[in-house]
């Protein structure tokens, strides 16, 4: 990683990683078979192995920035990049390498925040995530905003809006039958909070 104050007002970061496994869990699965019991009835048969033949790599990297355009506003910005290759040793394919296809390849955040007096604060931020075709997720950009009252160091209150421009959107799909669809819903919440 490498951070830069390019000017008092302006920081920069960049970062990037890259990771080589070896050994991951596994699962693969034979192809279904139509197969009968003594009684002659039929059934569909596949047979699921787990084991540790799944290797691969990763990697990424991230830039972000801080600016203050002037005293009591702050803008954030960055942008992330996520690369995953994973392959399986042997003849048959791991059903574990579409893992490679959950995690979204690129996204971009964009957040201000903004001091209006003494005690009250005011945030935006927007965001794009790209898609996630393997599981049927599709890219989506969202807003967010905060507006909160500081009555004294110890105190905050908050209201707090998220996922605005749409009612819902999914995020996650189910990997296995078993596994309840997630949508995010909209939503705007107050939210109280006290240090002691």
Not at 66 to 75: A, I, M, N, S, Y
Not at 97 to 103: I, K, Q, T
Not at 166 to 174: G, K, M
């Amino acid at each position: 990683g490498y951070r830069v104050l390019v000017h008092p007002r302006l920081t920069l970061d960049l970062s990037a990683f890259y990771y080589d496994y070896d050994h991951l869990k596994s699962v693969s699965q034979s192809p279904i078979e139509l197969r009968f019991n003594p009684a002659n009835q039929p059934y569909l048969y596949a047979s699921v192995t787990t084991g540790n033949d799944l290797y691969g790599e990763a990697y990424g990297t991230e830039l972000a920035a801080t600016w203050q355009p002037r005293e009591g506003w702050r803008v954030r910005g960055s942008y992330s990049l996520l690369s995953l290759a994973l392959h399986t040793r042997g003849t048959t394919p791991s059903v574990s390498e579409g893992d490679e296809g959950v995690d979204p390849k690129h996204q971009v955040k964009l957040w201000s925040d903004l001091d209006l007096g003494r005690h009250l604060e005011w945030g935006l931020g927007w965001r794009y995530v790209s898609g996630e075709p393997f599981i049927g997720i599709s890219s989506y950009t969202e807003l967010d905003t905060r507006l909160a009252w500081k009555p004294t160091p110890h105190c905050e209150l908050a209201i707090v809006g998220r996922s605005l421009l749409a009612s819902h959107h999914r995020e996650f799909a189910p990997y296995v039958l078993i596994d309840p669809n997630v949508e995010v819903d909209r939503s705007v919440f107050a939210k109280l909070t006290l240090k002691f």
